[in-house]
């Protein structure tokens, strides 16, 4: 028997509680894995809440990310005790996720946990880090150095936009962090953030093109920010986009991508091919500084993930939740 968070509905209602599972209750799946650590993400506040339509299909454990041990395999790239990270792949909306003690996973959605790398500190990255050291590494390729000038990043009191203040720092970029919450602004600044910008300054609707501002972005809100943001950047700066916590809506003009040669750069780290997920993982693992659990870090058990769920879709949290499945 094993603890689970379960998400189901009756009468058009959703509900989460915690059951008791035995692993013939688990999906179909090469490789079992003891989960040690899950990660909460805005889209986890979203299932478990009910409130964004994640979930279409019950019962379902939810949890995007996961950390653990191989238990058993049937594939031959992974044996009993090795370490294995995952993210993305739909694990935790169309496939049972991390918020369980075991996970039952195919075989390709799984990646080696870094040499050097702990469990927990993989769950303190998770998707959200993920992210924004793909969005880091489309900047450089992009061709924004530190000497460019200044990188900005919006929601940057997130998941996502406090680890990319984060690295961006760590690398040398002057970060503006876009906020909406000014209580923030000393946190932000702790991660190396050197400038703070208000979220309602850079929501009021942009003309076509404004003054140069930025050598380059990661946007995480979509909308009217990102359309300002373009709007703003130098000529042949690139911005990265990777979330749309606003809205999906982009209310901009392709004079800043003809007039400035600005590049805009999706971002995805669901379909992540294994490569690029690897490159991520060990720059993650070169980069982020040891006590880096301090300053982004909420530490919470199983039981409490449903309150951090409502807290985290209403932007009542800051940096990263890791949930310890063995508590």
Do not use: H
């Not at 379960?6 to 989960?35: F, I, M, R, W, Y």
């Not at 478990?48 to 996961?66: A, E, Q, Y």
């Not at 400038?195 to 404004?210: H, K, W």
């Amino acid at each position: 028997m094993f603890k689970a968070l379960l998400l189901e509905e009756a009468d058009g209602k959703q509900s989460a509680s915690v059951k008791n599972l035995t692993t013939a209750d688990l999906p179909e799946g090469e490789v079992l894995v003891k989960v040690q650590y899950s990660s909460l993400n805005y889209k986890d506040g979203l299932a478990v809440t009910g409130l964004g339509k994640i979930i279409r299909s019950f019962p379902m454990v939810p949890g995007i990310d996961l950390v653990g041990t191989v238990e058993e395999s049937s594939d031959s790239r992974y044996q009993p005790g090795m370490a294995v990270v995952l993210t993305g792949w739909g694990v935790g909306e169309q496939y049972w996720g991390g918020f369980s003690q075991y996970a039952r996973l195919k075989a390709d959605w799984l990646v080696p946990l870094p040499e050097g790398m702990t469990a927990v500190r993989s769950m303190e990255v998770g998707t959200a880090g993920l992210t924004a050291m793909l969005c880091v590494l489309a900047l450089e390729e992009g061709g924004v150095k530190p000497e460019s000038g200044p990188v900005v990043v919006s929601g940057a009191a997130g998941g996502v936009g406090s680890i990319a203040v984060l690295l961006l720092a760590r690398l040398g970029y002057q970060v503006a962090a876009i906020t909406g919450r000014p209580e923030t602004a000393d946190y932000l600044k702790k991660l190396g953030a050197t400038e703070i910008v208000t979220r309602e300054s850079m929501a009021e609707p942009s003309r076509p093109l404004e003054k140069q501002r930025w050598a380059g972005a990661v946007d995480t809100v979509g909308d009217t920010i990102l359309a300002r943001i373009i709007a703003e950047t130098n000529y042949g700066g690139t911005v990265t986009a990777c979330g749309l916590a606003a809205s999906f809506k982009l209310p901009a003009t392709v004079m800043p991508f003809i007039l400035r040669n600005v590049r805009l750069q999706g971002v995805d780290s669901v379909s992540c091919p294994y490569e690029r997920r690897c490159q991520a993982w060990q720059r993650l693992q070169a980069l982020l500084p040891e006590d880096m659990a301090a300053d982004v870090t909420n530490l919470i058990g199983l039981e409490q993930v449903p309150d951090y769920a409502q807290r985290i879709v209403q932007g009542q949290v800051r940096g990263r939740v890791v949930v310890d499945l063995q508590r």
